[in-house]
């Protein structure tokens, strides 16, 4: 009986070290934030509170995109004790892009290239400490690249 | 370009730049085929930077980010010959990683 529960366990710690790369990255990717398709949705999953405005974020993206499948983005954060950058477009199907967590001396910057369903706002929000901050900027899109 | 995978990383004026281009269909799941079929979500989900072993970028992204994605990032604390690896990892398990020594630009 002893040897049967012993057996047991050691067959569920092995399915569970089998699994255990897979799961991890499944706890580490932040479903509910990228699958939401609403902005608020997006930033209630990263857990971003109070936005204030700011003008120490730089944001280099085009005004006009003639091909919405590659849009280069350019972000800049002049915010000290900047931890983390997060690339949102409002009016796309899924509109969190990406989000970057930067340590150990890396510049609060990221040249990123993304795609637009169509013309929108592109967000950027800054984490520093507690606080978050957020620009803006309109790109106009041509042709939609959210397949 | 499944196994395309480019790095380099430049010193200059005290701060290290580092360019990746990762070879990956960033599939949406969205997309149909011209028969019709909806060809299933497959894109890169976690990218990782490392600096001699140290972390100093964390990416998460989602469906998003271009095909084959490129991404540039800034080191201040990085010296010629410092070792700077990227991996990712995506949506099906699938995985790559790249190494490169911080040269002179």
Not at chain 1, 56 to 63: K, M, N
Not at chain 2, 7 to 24: P, Q, S, Y
Not at chain 2, 31 to 55: E, M, S, Y
Request: proline residues 4%; charged residues 20%.
């Amino acid at each position: 009986m002893h040897r049967r529960i012993w057996l047991k366990g050691l067959l569920a710690a092995t399915a569970l070290a089998l699994l255990s790369p897979l799961r991890a990255l499944a706890a580490i990717w932040n479903k509910a934030a990228f699958e939401s398709e609403k902005v608020d949705g997006a930033l209630k999953g990263l857990a971003v509170t109070h936005i204030d405005p700011t003008k120490d974020i730089v944001l280099i993206a085009p005004d006009m995109a003639e091909n919405g499948a590659i849009v280069q983005i350019e972000v800049e954060s002049r915010i000290p004790g900047t931890e983390s950058i997060a690339i949102l477009v409002e009016k796309n199907p899924t509109p969190l892009i990406a989000h970057y967590v930067f340590s150990n001396g890396a510049e609060p910057y990221v040249i990123t290239r993304i795609k637009m369903a169509e013309t929108s706002e592109v967000k950027v929000i800054v984490k520093a400490g507690n606080a978050y901050f957020s620009i803006s900027k309109l790109v106009n899109v041509a042709i939609g690249g959210c397949n | 370009m499944a196994d395309l995978m480019k790095i380099r990383a430049r010193f200059k004026d005290g701060v290290t730049e580092v360019k990746i281009l990762m070879g990956h269909p960033m599939e949406t799941g969205r997309r149909k085929t011209d028969a019709g079929d909806v060809v299933p979500a497959h894109f890169i989900q976690l990218v990782t930077a490392t600096l001699n072993g140290k972390t100093v970028l964390e990416a998460q992204w989602g469906t998003g980010v271009s095909k084959n994605p490129y991404l540039t990032f800034r080191l201040r604390n990085a010296r010629l010959g410092d070792k700077i690896t990227v991996s990712w990892h995506d949506n099906r398990g699938e995985s790559n990683s790249i190494e490169a020594a911080v040269e002179a630009a």
